[in-house]
């Protein structure tokens, strides 16, 4: 999800996030965010409809593919252009949505 920069802080990602996590929790669905947004993550951090579960750097594998090849000269050329678009050791935080409990 995409909230343009104009609209961005004033809660309306929080508020539909929340909104459609509530729809499939409801639906018996867990809810899990991964982010490496810091104005997400404060959030988050801060809702009692979220527990943080899980943060920290997390490497691509990825980097297999490109140590031991795959046997195709052109399949390994590939592959490591792709690793270099990725985002590999970024810092990244998980989120289960607690939500409000509601009995049907």
């Known amino acids: 999800m995409v909230v343009l920069p104009d609209y961005q ?46 943060f920290g750097r997390s490497k691509s594998k990825m980097t297999d593919f490109i140590k031991y090849g795959t046997g195709d000269k052109k399949k390994n050329e590939q592959v490591a252009l792709i690793s270099k678009t990725q985002s590999n050791n970024r810092v990244t935080y998980s989120f289960n949505f607690i939500g409000n409990k509601t009995e049907e």
């Not at 947004?37 to 899980?54: E, G, Q």
Request: glycine share 8%.
């Open 9 to 54: 802080g004033i809660g309306i990602g929080t508020a539909f996030e929340n909104y459609t996590s509530q729809y499939y929790a409801d639906k018996g669905w867990k809810v899990n965010v991964t982010t490496t947004t810091p104005a997400l993550v404060n959030t988050l951090r801060r809702s009692d409809k979220w527990s943080l579960f899980r």
